[in-house]
C-alpha cells in the first residue's frame, strides 16, 4: 500500500514538472517585451582556452571548407562545455551540458566574445524548448546594440521569415559578462518551424570571397562548401542545383529571365527581402558593399527552388540616405532584374512602399520600437563595461562609451523619423 | 615510386632467404647454424641475422624489421565539407608501416643491450612521435635480480610485449592499443624465480605513463609505477594433465598521476576516427590487467582482461570532483596451423617455403575484442560532454581474422580482415553507417 502511495505521489510530482517545464516556450525566450537573462558556467581554464584559439578556429573552419586538408595538429580545442542557465519569471531553467564555440567573422572578439550555444552538442536530444543551438550575439560592430534585433523584428513584421531575438544580460561564471541579443538559429529545427520540413537542403553563405552570383563554371567545388556551406544532409550532398541557379541567372534569356530564375529562387521573397534590407539600410548584406553575405538559402525537398533567409544585421541603419538601388548593379541577378525584369521591380517596389508605409514616419512603429528597446536595454549597455562597436566599418573593434550609445540610439530614432519619406520620395524619382 | 623502390629493395633478400636452391637438401636445422664465420676473435656470423661475436666479451647481433602494408577500408573516409578533421586524410593504399634497424646483444655475462630505431620517416611521410624504440641497458647482478635501465616497454600487457614482428595479426588488437602502455624511459627490477613454475616478476618506475596514452607526442601522465607477475604455476601440480599444466597466467598494474587537462585515453578506430574523444582528468590513472595463454600442438588460445580507471579531480564545470573514467576492455585470440607446421617458439615454420615440397607454415587466427567507455555513476543525465559527470558509453567490437603465411624465418605474409562496430551511433563516422571494414595484406621482413 505504502509502495502504491509512494508510486502515486512520484507521478504526480513528475508530471508537475512535465507541466512546469512545458511552461516555457521559444516565444518566452525570445519575447522582446522582457529583458532576459542568461547565465553560462564555463570552466575558467576552458574560457582561457577559447581566447587562446578563438581566431584559430575561424582560421581553420575557412581553410577546411575551401577543401584544404586542415592538419589535426597542433590540436585545438574550438568546442567547450557549458551549463546553460535561463532565468525565466524568476525561474532557473537549466541545460547542464551544452557546447559552446566562438561566432563571427569580422564581429569576433576576445573582450567580449559572440558565442554559439549548441544544445545537442553532446547528445541531438538534448534539446532547449525544442532549439538545437542559439547565438549569443555581442553586437560588438554595433555602438547601439539594436540594429539587429530592429532589423529582423521589422523583417518579421513585414512577413519575412526571420530570426527571432531579444536581448538578453549574459553572465558568464555569475560575471557581468555584458549585454547581448539572444538570436534564434537558423537550422533545420527553424527551417521547420517556419516551412513545415526540414529535409531539404540549408545553406550558410560564407563570405570568402566578393562573389555576386557570377559564374564560375560547372564545376559544384565553385559554389560549396564555399561559399555555400551545407547545415544539413552532409551524407548526400547534392549541389548540382546550385550550378543550375547560377547558370540560369548568368544565361537565361532576357524575355524568360523572370520565369526561368522563378523555377531556383522564390524570387518574391527574395525581392520583398531585398527591399527590407534595401529599407533598413543594411550594408551588409545580399546587396550590401561586400557582394553577397548575411543570408542562408533553403532549398525546399524535392524541388529545385530556394529562399533566402536573412543573418546579421549588424550593420543596418547605415545611412539615412542609403539608395534603394545601391549596388543593383554590382549583383548579376539584380543587374538583369532591373534591364530585363520589370515584374520583379514591381514586386521590390511594392514591397518598399510597403516598409515605409510599415515603419511609419514620427510616432510610427519604427520609432516606437527603437524607443521601447533602448529604453528597455540602457541601463544593461551602461553596466557593460566590455562593449564594443566599429564605426564605419573599418575592421577595428574598438571600446564604445555610453555616449556612443546614446549617438548611435539618436540617429536611428532620427532614420525612424525620416526614412520612410526619403524612400518614398526615392521611389517617386526612379 | 619511392615506394615501388622500397618494396623491391626489400624483396630482394627475402626472395634470397626463402628460395636458396641450395639449401634445399640440407637439413632444416642447419637454418640456425652460422652460414659464414670468419674466425678468430672477432667472428661474424649469421644465425638468425648477422651476428659480431668479441671473443667472450661481446656480441652484437644486427636486426631489422619491414612492415609492407597495403590497405583498404570500407566506408571510404569522408570528411563532412568544412569540418576540420572529422577523419584523417585518405590514407595511401600501399604504406610502409615499420622500417626499423638496430642491434642487440650483450657484454661480458652481466650486461644485454638494445638499441632500435624507427626509419620509416626517412621513406615515407610520416609522423614518427617516438623514432627511438627500444634503447636500453639490462644489469645482470644476481639470478634473482635484474636492473633495466633505459627506454622499453612498460611491463604490462601479454600482446603489447610480445615483438611486433611475431604478432598473430596485422594490427594489435584495440584493447592492447588503446589501454596498455608501450614503451617509456624508466627503470626496472626483473628476474625468473621459481623456475619450475616458470614465474617472473618485473618492477618498474617510468618516467611518464607509455607511449600509447601519449597525445601527438605529448606525455598525458607523470611518472607511472609498474609491476607485473606472471608464470605457468600450475606446473608445480604434477597431478594435473599435462595439457593444463603448462597454462600461462599473469597480473599486472600501473600507477600514475595524470597532468590535468583533456588528457584521458581516447577511442579511435583502425581507420583513424576519434569515436570517443580525450575527456578532462586530474588525478591517477590506474591500470590493472590479468592475460592468460594456452597452447598445445598446433592451437592456441590468448586472452586478457584491461580496466583502467582516470580520476578527474575538480573537472567539472564548476571545478566540482566527478565520478572517475572507466575504460575496460577485453580479447581473445585462437590460432590453429592449418598448414605445415611451426618451430617450437612459434615464430617460423619448420621447413621454409621451396624446400622440398613445403609451403612453410599457415596459421589461420580469429580474435575478437571488446573495448569500452564509461564512468562511474554521477548526477544528472549521461552525456558525451568532456566534462559529463556520468559518461555516456561507448565502445566497440573487433573482429579480426586471416590467415599467416609463415615463408620462412624472415618472411611472412598476413591478409587480414577486422570489422568493428560502434555501440553509440551518434558518434559514428559516416552518418548511418555503425560498422566498418579494413582490409590488410602485410609483407613482414624481420632478422
Redesign the interface.
Known amino acids: 500500500m505504502r509502495s502504491r502511495l509512494h508510486f502515486i505521489f512520484g507521478f504526480i510530482w513528475i508530471l508537475g514538472l512535465t507541466l512546469h517545464a512545458s511552461a516555457q516556450t521559444t516565444d518566452d525566450l525570445f519575447n522582446g517585451d522582457v529583458l532576459q537573462e542568461i547565465r553560462l558556467?564555463?570552466?575558467p581554464?576552458d574560457y582561457a582556452t577559447f581566447k587562446q584559439t578563438n581566431f584559430v578556429c575561424l582560421e581553420?573552419?575557412l581553410?577546411?571548407?575551401a577543401g584544404e586538408?586542415?592538419?589535426?595538429?597542433?590540436?585545438?580545442?574550438?568546442w567547450f562545455?557549458?551549463?546553460f542557465h535561463w532565468i525565466f519569471q524568476g525561474r532557473d531553467i537549466t541545460l547542464?551540458?551544452a557546447?559552446i564555440n566562438s561566432h563571427g567573422k569580422g564581429s569576433r572578439s576576445n573582450i567580449k566574445p559572440s558565442f554559439k550555444v549548441e544544445f545537442t552538442?553532446?547528445?541531438?536530444q538534448?534539446t532547449f524548448l525544442g532549439l538545437r543551438s542559439v547565438v549569443l550575439r555581442a553586437n560588438t560592430q554595433d555602438a547601439s546594440q539594436m540594429h539587429e534585433r530592429v532589423a529582423m523584428t521589422f523583417f518579421r513584421r513585414l512577413g519575412i521569415v526571420a530570426p527571432r531575438e531579444a536581448h538578453a544580460r549574459v553572465f558568464l561564471n555569475d560575471q557581468y559578462a555584458g549585454l547581448y541579443t539572444v538570436v534564434e538559429d537558423v537550422d533545420p529545427i527553424f527551417v521547420q518551424s517556419n516551412f513545415g520540413q526540414s529535409d531539404g537542403r540549408l545553406y550558410a553563405y560564407?563570405w570568402a570571397f566578393p562573389w555576386g552570383f557570377d559564374f564560375r563554371g560547372p564545376d559544384p567545388l565553385k559554389y560549396?562548401?564555399?561559399p555555400l556551406?551545407?547545415e544539413n544532409n552532409?551524407?548526400h550532398?547534392d549541389p548540382d542545383p546550385i550550378v543550375a541557379m547560377v547558370r540560369t541567372i548568368n544565361e537565361a534569356p532576357d524575355a524568360q529571365f523572370s520565369s526561368a530564375v522563378s523555377q531556383y529562387i522564390d524570387l518574391n521573397s527574395l525581392f520583398r527581402e531585398l527591399a527590407a534590407e534595401k529599407f533598413v539600410a543594411d550594408q551588409d548584406s545580399i546587396l550590401g558593399d561586400y557582394a553577397l553575405n548575411n543570408f542562408y538559402l533553403y532549398r525546399f525537398l524535392g524541388t529545385i527552388r530556394s529562399i533566402f533567409i536573412p543573418w546579421d544585421k549588424s550593420n543596418a541603419f547605415w545611412t539615412l540616405d542609403w539608395n534603394i538601388f545601391h549596388n543593383f548593379g554590382s549583383n548579376v541577378l539584380t543587374r538583369r532584374a532591373l534591364a530585363a525584369a520589370p515584374d520583379l521591380i514591381a514586386i521590390y517596389r511594392n514591397a518598399l512602399q510597403q516598409a515605409a508605409d510599415a515603419a511609419g514616419g514620427p510616432g510610427g512603429w519604427l520609432e516606437q520600437e527603437i524607443t521601447k528597446e533602448s529604453q528597455q536595454i540602457r541601463q544593461s549597455v551602461y553596466e557593460d563595461g566590455l562593449k564594443l562597436c566599429d564605426h564605419g566599418a573599418t575592421g577595428i573593434l574598438k571600446p564604445c562609451s555610453n555616449d556612443e550609445f546614446e549617438a548611435e540610439v539618436a540617429f536611428m530614432l532620427q532614420f525612424a523619423r525620416q526614412r520612410s519619406d526619403l524612400v518614398r520620395a526615392q521611389l517617386s524619382s526612379f | 615510386m619511392r615506394s615501388i623502390l622500397v618494396i623491391v629493395w626489400l624483396a630482394v633478400p627475402a626472395i634470397l632467404f626463402a628460395q636458396n636452391p641450395g639449401e634445399v637438401e640440407e637439413d632444416t636445422t642447419a637454418q640456425d647454424e652460422a652460414v659464414h664465420d670468419s674466425g678468430g676473435f672477432a667472428r661474424l656470423s649469421f644465425k638468425n641475422r648477422p651476428s659480431l661475436r668479441l671473443g667472450e666479451i661481446a656480441e652484437i647481433d644486427f636486426k631489422t624489421k619491414w612492415h609492407l602494408d597495403f590497405r583498404k577500408f570500407s566506408p571510404d573516409i569522408w570528411n563532412p565539407p568544412g569540418v576540420v578533421t572529422a577523419l584523417p586524410q585518405d590514407p595511401q593504399t600501399f604504406q610502409l608501416t615499420r622500417g626499423r634497424f638496430g642491434f642487440k646483444g650483450h657484454v661480458t655475462k652481466y650486461f644485454d643491450y638494445e638499441v632500435e630505431r624507427e626509419m620509416r620517416k626517412t621513406f615515407n611521410d610520416v609522423n614518427e612521435w617516438h623514432p627511438w624504440k627500444d634503447n636500453y641497458v639490462d644489469f645482470n647482478a644476481l639470478s634473482w635480480l635484474h636492473v633495466k635501465v633505459g627506454k622499453f616497454k612498460v611491463p604490462f600487457g601479454l600482446e603489447e610485449l610480445g615483438a611486433e614482428d611475431r604478432l598473430d595479426y596485422a594490427h594489435k588488437s584495440q584493447v592492447t592499443d588503446t589501454l596498455s602502455p608501450a614503451r617509456e624511459r624508466g627503470v626496472m627490477l626483473h628476474s625468473r624465480f621459481l623456475r619450475r613454475a616458470r614465474l617472473e616478476y618485473e618492477v618498474g618506475v617510468f618516467r611518464y605513463d607509455g607511449e600509447n596514452s601519449d597525445i601527438h607526442g605529448q606525455p598525458t601522465a607523470g611518472r607511472t609505477y609498474a609491476a607485473r607477475l606472471t608464470g605457468q604455476p600450475l606446473r608445480l601440480f604434477s597431478g594435473l594433465p599435462r595439457s593444463i599444466r603448462h597454462l600461462y597466467v599473469g597480473g599486472a598494474a600501473t600507477r600514475g598521476r595524470m597532468f590535468e587537462g583533456r588528457n584521458g585515453i581516447k577511442g579511435e578506430t583502425v581507420s583513424g576516427f576519434t569515436y570517443f574523444e580525450h575527456m578532462y582528468v586530474r588525478g591517477y590513472r590506474t591500470r590493472v590487467g590479468a592475460e592468460l595463454a594456452w597452447a598445445e600442438g598446433p592451437f592456441s588460445v590468448k586472452g586478457e582482461y584491461i580496466h583502467v580507471s582516470e580520476e578527474r579531480i575538480n573537472q567539472g564545470i564548476h571545478g566540482e570532483d566527478l565520478p572517475g573514467k572507466l575504460t575496460r576492455g577485453w580479447y581473445v585470440t585462437a590460432g590453429w596451423t592449418a598448414l605445415g607446421e611451426m618451430k617450437a617458439r612459434g615464430t617460423a615454420p619448420k621447413t621454409p617455403f621451396l624446400r622440398g615440397h613445403s609451403i612453410g607454415a599457415v596459421e589461420l587466427s580469429a580474435r575478437y575484442d571488446v573495448l569500452s567507455f564509461y564512468s562511474d555513476p554521477g548526477p544528472g543525465l549521461p552525456s558525451r560532454s568532456p566534462r559529463a559527470p556520468t559518461i555516456l558509453p561507448n565502445g566497440e567490437r573487433t573482429w579480426t581474422f586471416g590467415p599467416t603465411w609463415y615463408l620462412n624465418r624472415f618472411l611472412k605474409i598476413q591478409l587480414n580482415a577486422e570489422r568493428e562496430k560502434l555501440t553509440d551511433i551518434e558518434r559514428k563516422a559516416v552518418l548511418g553507417i555503425t560498422t566498418f571494414w579494413t582490409g590488410v595484406l602485410r609483407v613482414q621482413l624481420a632478422m
Open positions: 558556467y564555463i570552466d581554464v581553420q573552419d581553410k577546411a571548407l586538408f586542415v592538419s589535426p595538429l597542433p590540436r585545438v580545442e574550438c562545455p557549458v551549463e547542464p551540458q557546447g552538442r553532446y547528445a541531438s538534448n560564407e560549396s562548401p564555399l556551406k551545407p552532409l551524407v550532398l
